[in-house]
Nanobody, 119 residues
Framework: QVQVVESGGGLVQPGGSLRLSCTAS????????MGWYRQAPGKQRELVAS???????NYADSVKGRFTISRDNAKNTVYLQMNSLKPEDTAIYYC?????????????WGQGTQVTVSS
């Protein structure tokens, strides 16, 4: 069983910062990518940022310049540094892991961590 666990969510004021962490463990083959999605109440789940193992990063337009995704390969861990947070960033944030080389063959999700931005 593959386990994906997120942490780092919480309540923060507008303009503040949070750093989310996600660690994958268990029966993992070759990693294809790790990334972050979010879902607000009544809204569709959307991509926030992703990081393919072979390089590069992808960001939603709404977070470009404010969020940064990074990865520690030795720990199978991905991070999301969130700066200049806005109320519209409020959502449950989910870690996404895709495995398989050269193309992904499996996908795993964390349980989610709540981020609330409010004054």
């Amino acid at each position: 069983q593959v386990q994906v666990v997120e942490s780092g969510g919480g309540l923060v004021q507008p303009g503040g910062s949070l750093r989310l962490s996600c660690t994958a463990s268990g029966k993992i083959s070759r990693l294809y990518s790790m990334g972050w999605y979010r879902q607000a109440p009544g809204k569709q789940r959307e991509l926030v940022a992703s990081m393919p193992t072979n390089g590069g990063t992808n960001y939603a337009d709404s977070v470009k310049g404010r969020f940064t995704i990074s990865r520690d390969n030795a720990k199978n861990t991905v991070y999301l540094q969130m700066n200049s947070l806005k109320p519209e960033d409020t959502a449950i944030y989910y870690c996404n892991v895709r495995t398989g080389v050269p193309l992904p063959t499996a996908e795993y999700w964390g349980q989610g961590t709540q981020v609330t931005v409010s004054s």
